[in-house]
C-alpha cells in the first residue's frame, strides 16, 4: 500500500488517535497503540493535551469543506443552466453595475442559531465570515458566502449590545461590547480567542468602532477603538496595550452610537439627548452639534467620499468637497422615525420620512448614490440621493420583528495594495459606515470593487444576508 502522509504527518495522526482515544476513557486502545507504534514515554500528559481534539476539528472541517465545495458545485450549476436560457434581459440584468444594486427580498440566508434578539453584525474585512452579536451573551461566526453557522463565542456575561473587525495592520481582531460594562477582544486566527478584556466604562457599552489610522499603505488599520456608553462617555482605547488613552465627555445622557470618519480625524456620537456630536479624535474637541431630532438617535454614518456630488447639490455647493477630505457629510436616523442629512457644520439639508416605526440603523451605499435605512416597521428603505432622498425602494417585511442592525459587506481590493487589505481596518472603514473609496486618500494604490452584500439583524432572532 502506498504511503500518502509523510513521515510528521503519519506521527501527527498517531499522536492525534492516542489523545482522542485517552480523552473518550478508551485508555486500553490508546496503550495498545502506542506499543504497536514504539512511541514510548515522550507521550506525556501535556502531549496529549496538545493533540485533544485535533482529530475532530480536522474531521468537522473537511465535512464542512465538502459541504462548501457541494454547495458551490450546486451553485455553479444552477448558474450554467441560468446562462444557457439567458435572454438579454436578464444578461442586462445581472451585468448590472455594482454602484446601483440595492437589496430585494428574498434573502440569499437566514441564519438561525441565536437565542435572544441581536442586536449587532460586522464582516471580517478579508474572509466570508460575518459576526453577529445578541442579547442572548454570545456573539456567533457565520460564513456568509454559504450561510453556516462556524462558531459560538462566549465570554460576556450579559448582552452584547456592538461589534466591530479592525486592528492593527494584519492582526484583524474583534471587538465586541456589553451590558457587563466590558469591551472584549478576540483574535480570529487563533479560533476567537478572548486577548484582553478593556473595563472602564460605568455603565452599559453600547457601541464600539475600531478608529482608522489614515496610514499610507494601509489607510483602514489602527490600533485606537472607540466606545460609547450609558455612562455618558466616549472612550478611546489603544488595542495593542489596552489602556484607555482618552474619555470624550460632552454628552448629558445615554450615548448609543459612534462611528469614525475613513481616516480617524473625526468621530461622530449621537444617543439619548437627540443631539449627534462631530468629535475632532486628535483633541477631544465637540467640532458641531446636529438639533433637530425630537427623539432618541439611534444610528449614525459618515458619507463616504463617493457621495459628496450628489449630497454638494442638496447644500447648494457650486462643487463637491475633494474625496481626500473626510466627514464634510453624515446621517443620523431617530426614534422620531427620520432620517436626516447634514453637513458637517451642523446645517440640516434634508429630512427623509417614510419609515413607520423607530430607525435603528443605517448605511451609505458604497457606490455613493444611496442610503439604505433599517427600522423597527421591519423594512429596509433606500433613498436615491441623487433625487433628493427620494425613497426608491423598499423591502417589506425583510425580517419578521424590528429590525435592529444592518452593515455592508467591504468591498474587494483589486491591485496592487500591499497589505491593505488585510489591515483589518476595513471594518470601521468599509464596515457598513461609509464604503468604497475610490481615490484612496491614504495611498493604497489598489481600487475597491464593491461587494453587493448586505447583512441585518433583528429581534426575531434572526440574521439576514441580502446579496446580488
Known amino acids: 500500500m502506498s504511503q500518502l502522509l509523510t513521515t510528521r504527518q503519519a506521527e501527527e495522526l498517531h499522536k492525534s488517535i492516542i489523545a482522542y482515544l485517552k480523552s ?12 504497536e507504534l514504539g512511541i514510548g514515554d515522550s507521550f506525556d500528559d501535556a502531549t496529549s493535551k496538545k493533540y485533544e481534539g485535533l482529530l475532530e476539528k480536522k474531521w468537522t472541517s473537511v465535512v464542512r469543506l ?6 458551490l458545485e ?24 455594482p ?26 474585512p478579508v474572509f466570508s465570515s460575518l459576526a453577529s452579536g445578541s442579547e442572548d451573551t454570545t456573539l456567533k461566526i457565520w460564513d456568509w458566502e454559504i450561510g453556516e453557522l462556524e462558531l459560538t463565542v462566549k465570554g460576556h456575561t450579559k448582552a452584547v449590545l456592538d461589534c466591530d473587525y479592525g486592528g492593527p495592520r494584519g492582526g484583524t481582531l474583534l471587538a465586541s461590547c456589553s451590558s457587563d460594562l466590558t469591551i472584549k477582544l478576540w483574535d480570529p486566527s487563533d479560533a476567537y480567542k478572548n486577548i484582553r478584556t478593556l473595563p472602564g466604562h460605568d455603565h452599559s457599552v453600547s457601541a464600539v468602532r475600531f478608529i482608522p489610522s ?25 488595542v495593542s ?8 465627555r460632552g454628552h448629558t445622557d445615554w450615548v448609543r452610537a459612534v462611528a469614525p470618519s475613513f481616516d480617524g480625524r473625526w468621530l461622530l456620537s449621537a444617543g439619548n439627548d437627540q443631539t449627534p456630536r462631530l468629535w475632532d479624535t486628535t483633541s477631544g474637541e465637540i467640532k458641531s452639534t446636529f438639533l433637530s431630532h425630537t427623539h432618541v438617535v439611534e444610528c449614525i454614518a459618515f458619507a463616504p467620499p463617493t457621495s459628496y456630488p450628489h449630497l454638494a447639490l442638496l447644500s447648494n455647493l457650486k462643487k463637491p468637497p475633494p474625496a481626500s477630505s473626510s466627514g464634510e457629510f453624515l446621517a443620523t436616523g431617530s426614534r422620531d422615525k427620520s432620517v436626516k442629512l447634514w453637513d458637517s457644520r451642523g446645517t440640516l439639508l434634508k429630512t427623509l420620512i417614510g419609515h413607520d416605526n423607530w430607525v435603528r440603523g443605517m448605511l451609505f451605499h458604497p457606490g455613493g448614490k444611496y442610503l439604505l435605512s433599517v427600522g ?32 455592508w459587506a467591504p468591498g474587494v481590493v483589486k491591485g496592487p495594495v500591499a497589505g491593505a487589505a488585510v489591515g483589518a481596518g476595513a471594518g470601521a472603514v468599509t464596515n ?34 441580502f446579496a446580488s
Not at 24 to 35: H, I, N, P, V
Request: charged share 25%; proline share 4%; with cysteine.
Open 24 to 35: 473518550t476513557k478508551l485508555t486500553k486502545s490508546a496503550s495498545a497503540l502506542r506499543e
Open 66 to 71: 465538502q459541504k462548501k465545495i457541494m454547495d
Open 74 to 97: 450546486s451553485r455553479n450549476s444552477n448558474l450554467q443552466s441560468e446562462l444557457d436560457s439567458a435572454t438579454p434581459t436578464s444578461l442586462s440584468r445581472r451585468n448590472q453595475d
Open 99 to 124: 454602484a446601483s444594486w440595492l437589496p430585494r427580498s428574498p434573502a440569499r440566508h437566514t441564519l438561525q442559531s441565536h437565542r435572544q434578539p441581536v442586536t449587532c453584525v460586522a464582516f471580517h
Open 214 to 238: 489614515g496610514a499610507a499603505g494601509s489607510p483602514s488599520s489602527g490600533n485606537l477603538l472607540v466606545s460609547a456608553s450609558r455612562d455618558k462617555t466616549l472612550r478611546i482605547w489603544d
Open 241 to 248: 496595550t489596552g489602556y484607555c488613552v482618552k474619555t470624550l
Open 376 to 407: 423597527d416597521d421591519k423594512t429596509v428603505r433606500c433613498w436615491d440621493l441623487s433625487q433628493e432622498g427620494k425613497c426608491v425602494r423598499t423591502v417589506d417585511d425583510a425580517h419578521g420583528h424590528f429590525v435592529s442592525c444592518a452593515r
Open 432 to 465: 457598513g459606515d461609509g464604503v468604497g473609496k475610490k481615490d484612496d486618500p491614504g495611498g493604497g494604490g489598489g481600487q475597491e470593487a464593491i461587494r453587493c452584500v448586505i447583512a441585518t439583524g433583528c429581534v426575531d432572532l434572526n440574521v439576514r444576508v
